[in-house]
T-cell receptor, first 109, second 114 residues
Framework: KQEVTQIPAALSVPEGENLVLNCSFT??????LQWFRQDPGKGLTSLLL?????REQTSGRLNASLDKSSGRSTLYIAASQPGDSATYLC????????FGSGTKLNVKP | NAGVTQTPKFRILKIGQSMTLQCTQD?????MYWYRQDPGMGLKLIYY???????DKGEVPNGYNVSRSTTEDFPLRLELAAPSQTSVYFC?????????????FGPGTRLTVT
């Protein structure tokens, strides 16, 4: 069974800082790796999807990378803003859609 | 378009009671999913459906039942509620293959079993 882990569980940074969120997985046979954002009391919003054949994807200030050999993905957020405050979840889209437990990000003005 | 709607938003059940969580999508999506999210955790897949009349188990199906009689609706049934089923339940839908990038999520139903 795939195990997806996200460290740290919570992160607080001052506005403007660049930051990296980590996601690790035990089974490298992933189909694709997806990053989501979840705001309090809301459902999930998809941010980036990386196919297993890709190394990274970019959208605006977000960049996600995937290294299957080491079982890791990272989400890089450039020039963080208070509006980025949310919980960020990664997910392996193969089979049963295994989610990590998330990193709760707080960007302080 | 309303997207994915879920009712109720909140519910408190006593142990042993039954209830149905409703999920409706108006995007004509073939694929629909039910997840649960426990506090401080990621989501876990309960059941999914690839079309009307077809359902399959996810990672945590025990204690739940589903049906899919129409494309639009995918209700989740709890027969004998237990405290372990206290969670937030999310329904989602997607229009293409089961690993589609475009999974649209409902706002969730917060269920407490006491």
């Amino acid at each position: 069974k795939q195990e997806v882990t996200q460290i740290p569980a919570a992160l607080s940074v001052p506005e403007g800082e660049n930051l990296v969120l980590n996601c690790s997985f035990t089974d490298s046979a992933i189909y694709n790796l997806q990053w989501f954002r979840q705001d309090p009391g809301k459902g999930l919003t998809s941010l980036l999807l990386i196919q297993s054949s890709q190394r990274e994807q970019t959208s605006g200030r977000l960049n996600a990378s995937l290294d299957k050999s080491s079982g890791r993905s990272t989400l890089y957020i450039a020039a963080s803003q208070p509006g980025d405050s949310a919980t960020y979840l990664c997910r392996d889209n193969f089979n049963k859609f295994y989610f990590g437990s998330g990193t709760k990000l707080n960007v302080k003005p | 378009n309303a997207g994915v709607t879920q009712t109720p938003k909140f519910r408190i059940l006593k142990i042993g009671q039954s209830m149905t969580l409703q999920c409706t999508q108006d995007m004509n999506h073939n694929y629909m999913y039910w997840y649960r999210q426990d506090p401080g955790m990621g989501l876990k897949l309960i059941y999914y459906s690839v079309g009307a009349g077809i359902t399959d188990k996810g990672e945590v199906p025990n204690g739940y039942n589903v049906s899919r009689s129409t494309t639009e609706d995918f209700p989740l049934r709890l027969e004998l509620a237990a405290p372990s089923q206290t969670s937030v339940y999310f329904c989602a839908s997607s229009g293409t293959d089961i690993s589609s990038y475009e999974q649209y999520f409902g706002p969730g139903t917060r269920l407490t079993v006491t």
